[in-house]
């Protein structure tokens, strides 16, 4: 801290000496260091007389270009941002001309002091921003900067930007070394300059260094869309599989229960919806009655809240409705169907149409993992969740009394009801535990879209498609269906637009079925209804 | 397991044979008389009182009615795959579009330089800067071929769609499944701008048919009576459909698919079959539809339209024909009034309906009135006849 303080006193002054050199103005430049001095250690309000520096900048442009430019160079050169609050204020004052001239020398400044700032974001937003300012006098403070870095790719862009300022300069080698290094770096936002090196190095009358310059620039573009073709690749994986996992936690509790009773619960996607508005009370109760520090545990207080509303719900709907349809799938199908309209309209009703959920610090931001990957928290949390559920249904179905219990009444209702496994309760439990997931899911899709009525609507006919491509009685069958379903989405994606995809996708599940009528995973028994 | 309840449902319509001459005598007459209240009388109070009168009923009222009996022709078709077969697809309602869409095309493109843009192309395509009218619109120009189109598109479609459902027997709750999704994928598709069908808003603003203007109580009085005719036509296919011997096979199918197909019979070819019939009617449906509606969007099409359509059938009486038509009737007539002062109460009601329908009601109104005859101790000799001969 003190040592900043020092280089930004001694700066100034060299600044003053400069300028008195350079513009020859003895008498304003005398001000400036009488004048100037005491204001800065006083803070500098901006209410105060302007000091005499940057009244000769503001003077001397209006009569002079040429001044002004070795003035305001000056100012680039020697300047920090604490001469910014006065620039600004000549600047407010000045015509259009002068406002125009100044202006890239305070954002200028301002991206410099941020390089030194202690925010690695800023840093990097700083360091992006200079390089599209494109005033070469930034290449040093880049250069600098990126040598004391520490974070990678906050290092990254500065070379990045550092490249790029190289490429609009003079100096031949320098060129061909920032072409170079633009290829090592395979920076994308390099490529319209690079093909521009190219188009004047390929000219009938290009010089030799152009031509030289425009083959290096040649090899280096094709490092970088060598590197785009594997980034896009990844980045399209990566999506897939962030919408699989979703598909995955809807799914998942919804297959258990088809499993199991044979119902498809259309109600699914609106107890997610119930989850989801859990998790907006919770954040609405802390922020009503918790002091504002507390605030961003409320996320993790929403799921098992999440998960307890949802139950409840399902056990409700269990107890009043399902239980007296079990053998009748399709009346099931219809009765939840009309459980889901009530449900969306009372949401509608009570809470309106919009409301949001404020995702915590903590699953804001993402990672890069590299140059043009960038994974959003939010994503890589629902993917870990995803993962995470399964393990834990995983554990319950097979390490679990109640779980041996599902699965017998899975394999067989009639045999496991004649050896003493009260198949009622196991269905009742089983459906509040599917719901209570499907409550999870509700938290979780909080950190990607709006909480809204139609929430449970957005993904349900997808995640019906993947309980019937995966078919019952196994998970396994979930999961290759909800990643294949997934996959494939975001694979089409990109060449056939969402729409024509998601047709695609029910004509290969249509072919699909024509293979494996029961779905990927059926039980194999000698039912002759099957 | 499964079986064994859905007979219940069955058990009545499997008596067929023990119908007596008087019975088949009574299903006549109640036909007649709701021919004759549909045909004559509603189009005659149109007509003849005065405006004040109470008698009178306006042609806002006829029209809608229209609309309404469309929609039971639709139902009908439902009835025969879900309620005599079993077969719950939740996809009638593209089967409808398409007819609508095709009928709504000829529509269009009678338009002409009435349009708001004054061009031979349809507004919307004005609008979507097309240059020149897609290929797939040109046959539309003749009204028979749109009326071939109507029926013919949806069938055609049912038929290779169903064809790769059943022929890998996919059923029950998978089929449900499928056809929802394809509710959706038609949805969606329909509401691109790039598939020249009008987008999000849809096909609208007719003028004329076969230069009869649309807006004329006069045009829109015969399109009613053309969609009674066509409503009894198709109960009268029905009926002879469901009498017939593939109709006793249809109902087995639904009470017990592996016992059909152990008597000799392939399930798939009697469903599919059906199936087509139901797209054939859905296409009819939404032809009649459009001219008397005058606007047919994507949001006719997708997946809460099409499970409406059950919920028709479902409060009417699933597995008898009177009932769906009942339903489709008294559900959109509900419906109507009730949007009307109090939009936001439908979808409760609505949804109540499917569950209260599905609980309490499994056979719908015509199962309420079948069993408040017997409560009365009425008609004693009745209490396992038809449940058809109701309302005929």
């Not at chain 1, 961003?296 to 409705?321: H, I, K, Q, S």
């Not at chain 2, 039971?72 to 869409?101: E, N």
């Not at chain 2, 509900?334 to 949007?339: A, D, E, F, I, K």
Request: proline share 5%.
């Amino acid at each position: 801290m003190k040592k900043v303080h020092v280089t930004r006193l001694s700066c100034s002054g060299v600044a003053a000496i400069v300028t008195r050199l350079s513009l020859g103005l003895l008498v304003l430049a005398g001000m400036v260091s009488l004048v100037a001095g005491p204001a800065r250690a006083a803070g500098a309000p901006p209410s105060a007389a302007p000091p005499p520096l940057e009244q000769a900048l503001a003077q001397i442009p209006s009569e002079d270009d040429a001044v002004r430019e070795a003035a305001l160079r000056v100012v680039i050169e020697q300047g920090d941002s604490t001469i910014l609050p006065r620039l600004e204020e000549i600047r407010a004052n000045a015509d259009r001309s002068i406002r125009l001239a100044i202006k890239p020398v305070i954002d200028l400044l301002k991206n410099r002091a941020k390089l030194e700032g202690p925010d690695p974001d800023a840093r990097r937003s700083a360091a992006t921003d200079l390089g599209t300012l494109g005033k070469p006098v930034a290449i040093p403070w880049l250069e600098q900067a990126a040598a004391k870095e520490t974070y990678k790719w906050v290092r990254y862009t500065m070379l990045e930007s550092a490249a790029l300022l190289k490429l609009s300069g003079e100096d031949q080698a320098a060129k061909l070394g920032a072409v170079n290094a633009l290829g090592d770096l395979t920076s994308q936002n390099a490529v319209p300059a690079l093909k521009d090196i190219v188009t004047a190095g390929s000219g009938a009358e290009a010089t030799e260094a152009q031509q030289a310059l425009a083959n290096a620039a040649g090899a280096s573009i094709e490092r970088i869309e060598t590197w785009a073709v594997w980034s896009t690749a990844i980045e399209t994986l990566f999506r897939g599989i962030s919408l699989s996992s979703i598909l995955l936690i809807m799914s998942v509790g919804l297959a258990i229960i088809f499993g199991l009773m044979g119902v498809i619960n259309m109600a699914h996607g609106e107890l997610m919806m119930v989850g989801a508005y859990a998790t907006f009370m919770t954040q609405e109760l802390f922020k009503a009655f918790l002091p504002a520090t507390m605030f961003d545990y409320y996320f993790a207080v929403a799921m098992p809240m999440a998960f307890l509303v949802a139950a409840a719900c399902g056990m409700l709907l269990e107890v009043t409705v399902i239980r007296f349809l079990y053998g009748r799938p399709l009346e099931t199908m219809l009765a939840t169907w009309g459980i889901s309209l009530v449900l969306m309209q009372a949401a509608r009703v009570y809470f309106g149409d919009l409301t949001a959920v404020a995702a915590p610090a903590w699953l804001s931001g993402g990672l890069q993992v590299m140059v043009g990957v960038y994974l959003p928290n939010n994503r890589l949390f629902i993917i870990l969740l995803s993962f995470l559920c399964v393990m834990t249904i995983y554990a319950i179905l097979f390490r679990s009394g109640l779980g041996l219990r599902v699965r017998a009444v899975t394999q067989n209702r009639n045999m496991s009801a004649c050896l003493g496994i009260p198949t009622r309760k196991v269905d009742a439990y089983t459906f509040a535990f599917g719901s209570g997931l499907a409550g999870i899911a509700g938290w979780a899709l909080t950190l990607v879209g709006n909480v809204e009525p139609g929430l449970g609507q957005n993904y349900i006919v997808d995640s019906f498609m993947v309980v019937v491509t995966g078919g019952v009685g196994k998970l396994a069958g979930t999961i290759v269906a909800s990643m294949g379903i997934g996959g494939l989405n975001k694979l089409l994606e990109p060449s056939l637009g969402a729409v024509y995809g998601k047709v695609c996708i029910l004509v290969l599940v249509i072919l699909f079925l024509q293979w494996r009528p029961s779905g990927l995973f059926a039980i194999k028994g000698r039912h002759a209804d099957s | 397991m499964l079986n064994t309840r859905e007979i219940r449902n069955g058990a009545p319509m499997s008596d067929q044979d023990s119908l007596s001459q008087r019975q088949t005598r009574d299903i006549g007459l109640t036909f007649w008389v709701t021919g004759f209240v549909l045909l004559v009388l509603m189009p005659l109070l149109n007509v003849l009182p005065p405006e004040d009168s109470w008698l009178h009923l306006s042609d806002f009222s006829l029209n809608r009615f229209g609309k309404f009996l469309a929609f039971a022709i639709l139902a009908l078709g439902l009835d025969l795959i879900w309620g005599y077969t079993g077969v719950l697809s939740l996809g009638q309602g593209v089967f409808f579009g398409l007819g609508a869409y095709c009928m709504g095309m000829h529509l269009m493109l009678t338009i002409g330089k009435e349009s708001v843009y004054g061009s031979d192309l349809p507004d919307f395509m004005v609008w979507n800067q097309v240059k020149e009218l897609p290929l797939f619109w040109k046959p539309f120009y003749s009204f028979p071929l749109a009326v071939l189109g109507a029926m013919l598109v949806p069938t055609a479609f049912a038929l290779v769609f169903g064809f790769l459902a059943f022929r890998s027997r996919i059923k029950g709750v998978y089929f449900a499944i499928i056809t929802q999704a394809l509710a959706l994928v038609a949805w969606l598709v329909f509401n691109r701008n790039e598939t020249n069908l009008g987008g999000t808003n849809g096909l609208t603003d007719f003028k004329q048919l076969l230069g009869f203007r649309l807006s004329e109580p006069g045009t829109q009085r015969a399109l009613y009576v053309l969609t009674v005719l066509c409503l009894g036509g198709a109960y009268l296919l029905c009926r002879w459909i469901t009498r017939s011997r593939a109709g006793r096979v249809l109902i087995a199918v639904r009470d017990s698919e592996p016992r059909v197909v152990f008597s000799g019979y392939t399930p798939a070819n009697y469903k599919l079959f059906v199936f087509v019939v139901a797209a054939a009617l859905a296409g009819l449906a939404g032809m009649l539809y459009v001219p008397q509606v005058g606007i047919i969007t994507p949001a006719q099409i997708g997946v809460l339209p099409s499970l409406e359509i059950v919920i028709w059938v479902a409060v009417g009486g699933r597995g008898t024909l009177a009932g769906a038509v009942l339903g489709a009737v008294s559900v959109n007539l509900g419906r109507s009034v009730l949007t009307n002062y109090f939009p936001e109460l439908w979808p409760f009601i609505l949804g109540g309906l499917f569950v209260v329908v599905v609980l309490l009601f499994p056979d719908g109104l015509i199962g309420i009135m079948r069993q408040a005859r017997e409560r009365f101790g009425q008609l004693k000799a009745k209490a396992t006849a038809l449940p058809e001969e109701e309302l005929g």
